[in-house]
């Protein structure tokens, strides 16, 4: 059943209260606590004894034809009426723990729905039933959220990539899945997995983020974002690069909303992520082989493929492979305004992973022809970094001006310097320019009537280089 999205409903901060202050059970995910094992039998007792006589009452087809409320509702109302008629004072507190613990297994992902709830959280990582970790604010924290043991996760995994025409076992162990929100989620299971089913969780936020929002948060200055803007609707060339968890996707949806909406855009995705507003988008997502081996459909096969589906711009949610070489095509071919991510350390790093991709995907052309190739489609390099205080941070924009000899060329027009760190160990640093104040594409910015703008934010940000030299 797909009712992925049904969320259970905040605690009553009344019942909450009493089972702190004179209760022996605690929240039902602590429950797991070595330290509690006699609650945690209780628990799963009784639970268990509920889910039996509830399999028995439920109609599926009636709740598959409801809405996820509907079918909450419903799941709720025939489990109180199993717990009401049990031979054997519950609690009040624990009957609801147990019956909200029963519907996130029936119609959700178990104890993970009030994790997924939490829009604060970016990063869920579980290494088996007992060690459930989650990244808010940059920082990675362990919870008490505990699954019954293995197998209740290893259902969790299957019912998440059940969903998307997935699949994981033993025979095929690792999966990539999504939720229906756009979370991306990897499972890599027994025997890959000594301690049990591992699953990780990128989650994104249900409200769409924008620039604005990045500078709010501290990740670039508003100037730094009217440059991203004139970038973005002068149809440059663009390759978000960064680390594991640094923004990039983030950022990736940032920029598009600045794309016009009479463009047609076609995205290649593994795991369909991107947030596209514009009403004229086509997504795609790659496939994995079937039982048999058959029907994959990589991301180069997808890229190939949009390229004959007439559009403006070519969105590659990761390149990682032989897709660069086609994206390097497409941005070269009137594709303008095409962008990816790739995961590098720095804009140089990109630029080498690039080359090394497309050396390594079997094309057989000399290393000068593939940095000409690489030195005439892409325009801009947009760098993220995590910084160690957990913040994501635009450290670089970087323009690619050619070639010297064999060598590509590019040239800073912002960086992030850092200047220091505060009592609170939070990073203190700087958007700063580098002098640049013609940029390469400022002919585009022209065209576009977008000159103005960029002008007055590269002066800004070179008057802040200014200000940290003295």
Same mark, same amino acid.
Request: net charge negative; aromatic share 4%.
């Given at each position: 059943?797909?009712?992925?999205?049904?969320?259970?409903?905040?605690?009553?901060?009344?019942?909450?209260?009493?089972?702190?202050?004179?209760?022996?059970?605690?929240?039902?995910?602590?429950?797991?606590?070595?330290?509690?094992?006699?609650?945690?039998?209780?628990?799963?007792?009784?639970?268990?004894?509920?889910?039996?006589?509830?399999?028995?009452?439920?109609?599926?087809?009636?709740?598959?034809?409801?809405?996820?409320?509907?079918?909450?509702?419903?799941?709720?109302?025939?489990?109180?009426?199993?717990?009401?008629?049990?031979?054997?004072?519950?609690?009040?507190?624990?009957?609801?723990?147990?019956?909200?613990?029963?519907?996130?297994?029936?119609?959700?992902?178990?104890?993970?729905?009030?994790?997924?709830?939490?829009?604060?959280?970016?990063? =869920?990582?579980?290494?088996?039933?007992?060690?459930? &970790?989650?990244?808010?604010?940059?920082?990675?924290?362990?919870?008490?959220?505990?699954?019954?043991?293995?197998?209740?996760?290893?259902?969790?995994?299957?019912? =998440?990539?059940?969903?998307?025409?997935?699949?994981?076992?033993?025979?095929?162990?690792?999966?990539?899945?999504?939720?229906?929100?756009?979370?991306?989620?990897?499972?890599?299971?027994?025997?890959?997995?000594?301690?049990?089913?591992?699953?990780?969780?990128?989650?994104?936020?249900?409200?769409?983020?924008?620039?604005?929002?990045?500078?709010?948060?501290?990740?670039?200055?508003?100037?730094?974002?009217?440059?991203?803007?004139?970038?973005?609707?002068?149809?440059?060339?663009?390759?978000?690069?960064?680390?594991?968890?640094?923004?990039?996707?983030?950022?990736?949806?940032?920029?598009?909303?600045?794309?016009?909406?009479?463009?047609?855009?076609?995205?290649?995705?593994?795991?369909?992520?991107?947030?596209?507003?514009?009403?004229?988008?086509?997504?795609?997502?790659?496939?994995?082989?079937?039982?048999?081996?058959?029907?994959?459909?990589?991301?180069?096969?997808?890229?190939?493929?949009?390229?004959?589906?007439?559009?403006?711009? =070519?969105?590659?949610?990761?390149?990682?492979?032989?897709?660069? &070489?086609?994206?390097?095509?497409?941005?070269?071919?009137?594709?303008?305004?095409?962008?990816?991510?790739?995961?590098?350390?720095?804009?140089?790093?990109?630029?080498?992973?690039?080359?090394?991709?497309?050396?390594?995907?079997? &094309?057989?052309?000399?290393?000068?022809?593939?940095?000409?190739?690489?030195?005439?489609?892409?325009?801009?390099?947009?760098?993220?970094?995590?910084?160690?205080?957990?913040?994501?941070?635009?450290?670089? =924009?970087?323009?690619?001006?050619?070639?010297?000899?064999?060598?590509?060329?590019?040239?800073?027009?912002?960086?992030?310097?850092?200047?220091?760190?505060?009592?609170?160990?939070?990073?203190?640093?700087?958007?700063?320019?580098?002098?640049?104040?013609?940029?390469?594409?400022?002919?585009?910015?022209?065209?576009?009537?977008?000159?103005?703008?960029?002008?007055?934010?590269?002066?800004?940000?070179?008057?802040?280089?200014?200000?940290?030299?003295?």
């Amino acid at each position: 059943m797909a009712f992925g999205k049904a969320r259970r409903s905040k605690p009553d901060p009344v019942q909450a209260s009493a089972v702190s202050q004179g209760s022996n059970f605690r929240n039902s995910n602590d429950l797991v606590d070595d330290r509690d094992s006699d609650d945690q039998e209780y628990f799963y007792a009784v639970k268990e004894e509920v889910r039996t006589a509830l399999v028995e009452l439920i109609d599926i087809d009636e709740i598959n034809e409801m809405t996820p409320d509907e079918a909450r509702g419903e799941v709720n109302r025939i489990a109180n009426g199993i717990i009401s008629r049990r031979v054997g004072d519950i609690p009040p507190y624990l009957a609801e723990q147990i019956v909200e613990s029963l519907a996130d297994d029936v119609l959700g992902y178990g104890p993970l729905e009030e994790l997924l709830v939490r829009d604060e959280i970016t990063d =869920i990582m579980v290494n088996g039933p007992r060690n459930v &970790f989650i990244e808010v604010g940059g920082r990675v924290k362990k919870t008490d959220v505990r699954f019954k043991n293995r197998d209740h996760l290893l259902n969790v995994c299957q019912r =998440i990539v059940s969903q998307v025409g997935r699949r994981v076992d033993e025979s095929s162990p690792i999966a990539d899945a999504r939720l229906p929100d756009g979370s991306r989620v990897n499972i890599i299971i027994h025997p890959l997995s000594l301690d049990g089913p591992t699953l990780t969780i990128r989650k994104f936020r249900k409200q769409r983020l924008t620039l604005d929002d990045l500078v709010m948060f501290g990740s670039l200055t508003p100037d730094v974002a009217d440059i991203l803007r004139v970038i973005a609707r002068t149809r440059c060339n663009v390759i978000v690069s960064g680390g594991t968890g640094s923004g990039k996707t983030t950022l990736l949806n940032c920029l598009t909303a600045y794309i016009d909406e009479e463009e047609r855009i076609v995205t290649c995705e593994d795991a369909a992520e991107l947030q596209l507003q514009q009403p004229h988008t086509v997504r795609l997502e790659t496939r994995p082989p079937n039982l048999e081996g058959e029907g994959e459909v990589r991301m180069q096969d997808l890229v190939k493929n949009c390229l004959r589906m007439r559009p403006d711009r =070519i969105i590659v949610g990761e390149v990682r492979g032989g897709e660069a &070489f086609d994206l390097m095509q497409a941005m070269n071919t009137g594709h303008d305004g095409s962008m990816g991510s790739i995961h590098s350390n720095s804009p140089r790093d990109t630029i080498r992973r690039l080359e090394t991709m497309i050396t390594s995907s079997s &094309f057989q052309l000399p290393t000068r022809s593939i940095r000409e190739m690489i030195s005439s489609s892409v325009e801009i390099i947009v760098h993220m970094n995590r910084l160690r205080d957990g913040r994501r941070v635009v450290t670089h =924009i970087t323009e690619v001006v050619g070639m010297e000899e064999d060598v590509i060329q590019t040239q800073d027009l912002v960086r992030f310097e850092m200047t220091g760190e505060g009592a609170d160990g939070r990073i203190i640093g700087k958007h700063c320019g580098t002098g640049v104040v013609v940029p390469n594409f400022l002919s585009r910015a022209i065209y576009y009537n977008e000159d103005a703008r960029l002008k007055n934010a590269l002066s800004e940000v070179n008057r802040q280089q200014s200000i940290l030299r003295t």
